[in-house]
């Protein structure tokens, strides 16, 4: 692939306890390993903060529109979780963190967080869910994290993220968006969650576009 030569970022804006999020994050772990210049942000919306909808089977309708669309099946053990609030603050928290402060392994640790949750069930609910994660990507949060609140960071990251939901006009996570120079473009994750892989292609265009107009500017 070429590598971009102009400034390039993505942001990726989900919540690691959203199944939707969860399939389309391959497709972040593809671009990335494809376009190691890209600036990548992974901003944590906060949306499942125990007061979400709490329906057993509204849930598990959701799950079926998800395994059908990405061609997967969710754990058992995910799946017997779906009767407790489902509540993502402390991983908010803690991928907050890891933006700000070890944006190198923020993407291992969003990987890692939704390995936990819709493979292995774990409600990532307590600082004690997080230990092995933590212990495995030798990372070393503050207490902070683990208070069953939203700390300062990921409430002015939320502020940034509402800017550019405005800016979109939809507040519907995940958000997929690819900003080159000052060029911003929404991309439809959902053609590519069977083929993770051909989003590779659906940038290239985006950066073969864009340098074909700045020629002919």
Known sequence: MTTPIIPTQLFFLYDNHCPWSYVVTPLINEISKAFPEIELHLWHTAFFDGKSDNNANRKSLELDKVEKLAN??????????????????????????????????????????????????????????????????????????????????????LEEIFALQELIETEAIPALLLAIDDELILLNHNFYLIEPKAIIDAVQLEFNKHHLNSKKK
Do not use: C, R
């Open 72 to 157: 997967i099946s969710f754990s058992t053990a995910y799946q017997k979780t779906l009767e407790k609030n489902t509540n993502s603050t402390l991983s908010a928290n803690l991928m907050t963190w890891a933006q700000n402060k070890t944006p190198d392994l923020a993407l291992a640790l969003l990987n890692a967080l939704q390995q936990a949750h819709f493979e292995q069930g774990n409600n990532l609910a307590t600082q004690s869910d997080f230990d092995d994660i933590i212990a495995t990507l030798k990372i070393s949060p503050p207490a902070k994290v683990f208070k069953e609140k939203l700390n300062n960071d990921v409430l002015v990251q």
